[in-house]
């Protein structure tokens, strides 16, 4: 049909759909018969079911284990990782373990790495069913969020809005989770961790409105820029990254941020 739309004709009897589906490295492979149309692939339920159980039984294993059992884990997760966004960013922990290690040395398992995979096992249970090398449709509404040291944070996605005080946030029983509270260093009110916070909002209360969508996003701020496009940044915005990726798999929504000057962001 695409190829039709530019004038051009096509032999309506050599249209196939794709025909062959396959597996390979414990994922599916979808192709046509002559191997040239669009492939994407995915996680079968039973390999994502046998990836977890071997994240709880490493995360719960006792004393040494051995280089090769953590290394395995880890070929299997890198592989997830090219299906279920976010999973890389907590592999870093299990790379450092295993470098400069003999493959038939045994290793104790660091308290970081038991922490990662129970984020790990989070994200494959959590992780709306997608394929890989397919883009999500970009979202052709307007959306951006803005936040203010003196006042607090708001955020617009067509047409609906929320405006929230810092005061407010204060005056709720519990402070929600990664709240901006000015008792924990200089660091947690910045303006770039307060943008953040706010994105962080926006994606709470629009996620699965969002579902299935890239969404093209605006920040005035350039380090919140580039941590959303990174996925790393200082020590004290990585929980809230996390927070952040683990909203964007479990609804299956892919971020496209950029940058919109303050003044057009008012």
Not at 28 to 43: A, N, P, R, V, Y
Not at 115 to 137: G, K, Q
Request: proline share 4%.
């Amino acid at each position: 049909a695409t190829v039709r739309a530019t004038g051009f004709d096509t032999d309506g009897s050599k249209n196939a759909a794709p025909a062959t589906r396959g597996t390979f490295l414990g994922g599916g492979l979808d192709s046509d018969t002559e191997g040239t149309g669009h492939c994407s692939k995915f996680i079968d339920e039973e390999r994502r079911a046998h990836v977890i159980s071997q994240c709880q039984l490493m995360e719960h294993s006792h004393g040494r284990v051995s280089v090769r059992s953590v290394e395995k884990l880890m070929g299997q997760l890198s592989f997830c990782a090219t299906l279920v966004e976010g999973i890389r960013m907590f592999l870093r922990s299990g790379f450092d373990l295993l470098r400069g290690q003999d493959r038939h040395a045994f290793v104790i398992l660091t308290p970081r790495f038991r922490m990662d995979l129970v984020s790990v096992r989070h994200l494959l249970r959590s992780a709306a069913p997608r394929t890989m090398l397919t883009r999500n449709p970009l979202t052709s509404t307007f959306g951006s969020w803005d936040a203010s040291t003196e006042w607090g944070m708001g955020g617009f996605l067509d047409g609906d809005w929320f405006s929230i005080s810092w005061e407010e946030l204060r005056a709720w029983p519990n402070n929600p989770a990664f709240f901006p509270s000015w008792d924990h260093g200089p660091e947690r009110h910045m303006i770039a961790y307060l943008e953040l916070f706010a994105g962080y909002w926006f994606l709470r209360r629009w996620a699965s409105r969002l579902s299935g969508w890239t969404a093209v996003v605006f920040t005035d701020n350039t380090n919140c820029l580039s941590w959303l496009t990174k996925w790393t940044g200082p020590g004290y915005v990585v929980p809230l990254l996390k927070a952040i990726m683990s909203l964007l798999t479990k609804h299956d929504v892919q971020l496209q941020v950029h940058y919109i000057s303050s003044a057009d962001n008012v």
